[in-house]
């Protein structure tokens, strides 16, 4: 698997453009932690943490459908949220994340590899810099 330098991946972060203000960030962890943590530190937003889970550390499939692990414990309701995921593959577990978030004003999703409303890139996979 290709890899991207950490500095390509920090340049993507400054130059990507959001058209909305967003209240808060919500990460995806535990992959969306890191991609949530730069872009917490470029807006200066709110963060939490959905704890959700559907891969393996190899990104094999662990279950049949996304899993919530721990209970939804921060105040979303009426904000514009910007959903953080690391890699956007199938689209299950963003999607499992929209519908635990029904309430917010606005979702809109970021992905550091896939389709999203905004992604740095939409490519085959590749290793995150941050990966050891």
């Known amino acids: 698997m290709s890899g991207k330098s950490f500095e390509e ?3 993507r972060f400054r130059e990507i453009e959001f058209h909305e203000t967003f209240d808060i960030i919500v990460a995806i962890a535990n992959g969306g932690i890191i991609p949530a943590a730069i872009l917490n530190q ?3 937003t709110e963060i939490q943490l959905l704890k959700i889970n559907l891969r ?3 990104q094999k499939p662990k279950y049949d459908s996304p899993r919530l692990l721990s209970p939804v414990d921060f105040n979303f309701m009426g904000k514009t949220v ?6 956007i593959k ?20 970021f992905a550091v590899n896939g389709n999203a409303d905004y992604a740095l890139y939409n490519e085959d996979c590749f290793k995150f810099p941050w990966i050891v």
């Open 82 to 87: 910007l959903l953080v995921e690391d890699r």
């Open 90 to 109: 199938t689209g299950a577990t963003v999607q499992f994340a929209i519908d635990l978030l029904q309430g917010a004003r606005q979702i809109k999703t």
């Open 56 to 58: 393996d550390p190899y």
């Open 9 to 11: 991946v920090m340049q």
């Open 42 to 44: 470029r807006l200066n």
